[in-house]
C-alpha cells in the first residue's frame, strides 16, 4: 500500500502559478509511475501530466503542454505539478496517483491515488 499526499492547492487569479507537491509519506517513488490526474465538477478524470521514475521521461496532456511540469525531487522524495498560466478552464480538483506500470495516460493502470486538493482559478 502506497500512501499519497497532495498539498499545495488554493484560489489563483488566471495567468498565475501553483506548485502542487505530492510525496509518499515512509515510502519512496523508486518503481513507480506517477501522475497527475484532474476532475471538473460533472466532468470525467483526465490525464495531465506523468514522470516515469526511472529514465525520468514525462508526458503531457495538450491542455498541459508548455504551461505545466512535472518536477521530482529525489532527496525530499516528492513529485510536483508545476502549473503556470492558470486559466479558468484549469479549475478542478487535482489527483497524484502511482502505478507499477501500463500506459502513463490512463486512469486505470494506476494503482494508488492521494485524496485530492482543489485549485480553483479566477477570472
Known amino acids: 500500500q502506497v500512501q499519497l499526499v497532495e498539498s499545495g492547492g488554493g484560489l489563483v487569479q488566471a495567468g498565475g502559478s501553483l506548485r502542487l507537491p505530492c510525496a509518499a509519506p515512509?515510502?519512496?517513488?523508486?518503481?513507480?509511475?506517477l501522475g497527475w490526474f484532474r476532475q471538473a465538477p460533472g466532468k470525467e478524470r483526465e490525464f495531465v501530466a506523468a514522470?516515469?521514475?526511472?529514465?525520468?521521461?514525462?508526458y503531457y496532456a495538450d491542455s498541459a503542454k508548455g504551461r505545466f511540469t512535472i518536477p521530482r525531487d529525489n532527496a525530499k522524495n516528492t513529485v510536483s505539478l508545476q502549473m503556470n498560466s492558470l486559466k479558468p478552464e484549469d479549475t478542478a480538483v487535482y489527483y497524484c496517483a502511482a502505478a507499477r506500470g501500463g500506459s502513463p495516460y490512463r486512469v486505470k493502470n494506476y494503482d494508488y491515488w492521494g485524496q485530492g486538493t482543489q485549485v480553483t482559478v479566477s477570472s
Open positions: 515512509g515510502r519512496t517513488f523508486s518503481g513507480y509511475n
Open positions: 514522470i516515469i521514475w526511472f529514465g525520468c521521461s514525462t
